[in-house]
């Protein structure tokens, strides 16, 4: 059994699925665009046109973390490969939708049930709270700031600024060092078994996997909670 009673001094937190909802946040912008680009009239259905999307996203990503394409690649190609996906060849039409979620979907505000208790009680504590994120600059700041999670964070260190992507050993050396933080009172808290988790006990700080959807893994987390809340058992 890990040492609940371990003092730890510096919090870090993943932000999307942690405690920003990605997925709720994400489909409320799809759907904004889905109607306001009448894309019913080219998709089959919104749960068609979302879910080819995902499909090519996250292989997109994949290839991102594994530097095998830019961030404007990224970018752009998504909603390119989405439309082809219907024959419908249109550069224009997939920037603007690029443009437009990367401009929407920082604007919602969706938490994880209990987020904001959560983050008063580990203030209150006076836990020195940061967040290690893999998005984008001008994504992630939005996202803290209209979902008044800003204000908890004294530090928010992302791939971008780090040159490196979690799970990759230096971003978290940055992390602790931006900080002047040591690995034994550091605690990595996120969703993503292989950035977040394996990446940190690779690194050699204790994590919480964040495990929301009950997901089945033979990985050995420090700690593992279904539900945000459960952070008042560990700290």
Request: glycine share 4%.
């Amino acid at each position: 059994m890990p040492d609940t009673m371990k003092k730890y001094t510096h919090i870090y937190f993943d932000l999307d699925r942690t405690l920003w909802d990605f997925e709720a946040n994400a489909l409320e912008t799809f759907q904004d665009l889905f109607e306001k680009y009448k894309l019913q009239q080219i998709f089959d259905s919104f749960e068609a046109f979302h879910k080819t999307y995902q499909k090519h996203n996250e292989q997109l990503w994949k290839e991102y973390r594994d530097q095998k394409i830019s961030k404007q690649d990224l970018r752009n190609r998504r909603f390119e490969l989405t439309l082809d996906e219907v024959n419908i060849e249109d550069k224009h039409l997939a920037q603007q939708l690029g443009d437009e979620y990367i401009a929407l979907s920082p604007l919602k505000t969706r938490l994880f049930p209990g987020t904001l208790d959560v983050l008063d009680y580990l203030s209150a504590k006076q836990y020195r709270l940061h967040i290690i994120t893999n998005g984008f600059n001008e994504v992630q700041f939005v996202k803290l700031k209209n979902s008044k999670l800003d204000q908890y964070f004294s530090k928010v260190i992302t791939s971008e600024n780090a040159g490196a992507q979690k799970p990759r050993p230096e971003i978290f050396h940055y992390a602790l060092s931006s900080v002047h933080a040591k690995k034994h009172e550091s605690l990595m808290i996120g969703d993503d078994l292989s950035g977040d988790i394996l990446g940190a006990q690779k690194y050699g700080i204790d994590q919480v996997f964040c495990n929301f959807v009950g997901h089945q893994h033979q990985e050995r987390p420090t700690f593992e909670i279904e539900s945000i809340s459960e952070l008042k058992n560990i700290l």
